[in-house]
Structure formats: structure tokens, C-alpha cells
């Protein structure tokens, strides 16, 4: 039994060019319904998030999609989740996912995947939650990301603090063992 009840998944609607990148994401499905935690994700039924709601399913689990109208067609909307919600606008979809989870994880994916996990990020640093964000760094994915992140610190725009808010790991498994260890840090930005 988890001590999170449920994880926000943010990933692409695409698989990505390596197949390890739909394998981990089906992994992690799996996992997170053998920990009974439930996954909230975007709501379509391609790519690495039909993958990781398939795989989630078939194990059991609860999934819980969440998409816009204007990409209901286009991601092509998975009705055989355990709830789907259909929203007005992306910032609906953000605010509903952060709002029912306990955790965000990012596997690879492309813009819209890194600017879902960096609002929650930044939502961490100016104290509108304390859930931890986290990176399933499969295939040395988000190397380049961490070591952009690095520099925005050397280059004084970020302070060392929040990099420190960022668990990465490449395992489903440490992962969840270390998004249910997280301990919240109050760190006030502006001091």
C-alpha cells in the first residue's frame, strides 16, 4: 500500500523513437496499479499516455483522463478509463490534474509534456503546493533538461534550493519510493 493516492503523469502523445520509451511508460502503469495509486493523465488513448493508461488498466488500477475539447479528436479521448473528464481549455486540464494529485512524474515527451511538468515546478517553488515533481529519467531522457537546469543556477535565475525539489530516477520503482519519501520544503523564493 502507497502512502500516495494518486500521481499525475505527464507524457507524449507520441511514442517517441525508442521503444524502451513505451515499455517504461507501460511499466510504470503497471506499478502504479500494484501500489494502488491512482494515475491522472492527459486523457488520450496514443502514444506513451495510451500506453501507461492501457498498462495501468490491465493491471487493475484506477485511471483518471483529463483533456480538452479541441484535443478530444486529436489525441483521440480514452473512454475506457475509469473517469474521463472533458474540459474547455488546457489550463482547465492542468489545474484539474494538479488539483487531484499527490505527485507529478514526467516521462519523455515533447513541448507540451515539459510545459505541464514545468507549471507544477514552478507552482512548487512560489509555495501554491508542496507536491513533489519528478522526472522518470528513462533512456538518459532529461540529461540535457537537468544540465540546463544546472546552468540557470551557475547563471544566478535559479537558486540551488529548487533544484534540489526535482527527484529523478530511472526506475518506476525508486521512483515511487522516492516521491513517497518526498518531505516538503518551505523555501520562500523572494528571501
Same mark, same amino acid.
Given at each position: ?21 513505451? @515499455? ?45 475539447? @479541441? ?44 510545459e505541464e511538468w514545468f507549471e ?29 537546469l544546472d546552468h ?40
Amino acid at each position: 500500500m502507497s502512502k500516495l493516492d494518486s500521481v499525475a503523469v505527464f507524457c507524449g502523445s507520441s511514442e517517441g523513437n525508442h521503444p524502451l520509451y513505451v @515499455k517504461e511508460a507501460q511499466r510504470l502503469g503497471a506499478y502504479l496499479a500494484e501500489m494502488n495509486i491512482t494515475l491522472v493523465y492527459g486523457g488520450a488513448q496514443v502514444g506513451c499516455m495510451g500506453a501507461i493508461a492501457d498498462a495501468c488498466l490491465r493491471a487493475g488500477g484506477r485511471v483518471i483522463g483529463v483533456i480538452p475539447e @479541441k484535443l478530444r479528436n486529436v489525441e483521440i479521448a480514452h473512454h475506457q478509463v475509469s473517469e474521463l473528464h472533458v474540459v474547455k481549455t488546457m489550463h482547465e486540464r492542468k489545474a484539474m490534474m494538479a488539483d487531484l494529485s499527490d505527485a507529478f512524474i514526467a516521462l519523455p515527451g515533447g513541448a507540451g509534456t515539459l510545459e505541464e511538468w514545468f507549471e507544477v515546478f514552478t507552482w512548487a517553488q512560489i509555495g501554491y503546493h508542496e507536491k513533489p515533481c519528478s522526472f522518470l529519467n528513462i533512456n538518459d531522457f532529461y540529461n540535457p533538461l537537468l544540465a540546463m537546469l544546472d546552468h540557470t543556477i551557475n547563471e544566478g535565475f535559479m537558486r540551488s534550493t529548487y533544484r534540489d525539489f526535482i527527484i529523478t530516477e530511472k526506475t518506476p520503482e525508486t521512483l515511487i519510493a522516492k516521491l513517497e519519501a518526498h518531505q516538503p520544503r518551505n523555501v520562500s523564493k523572494w528571501s
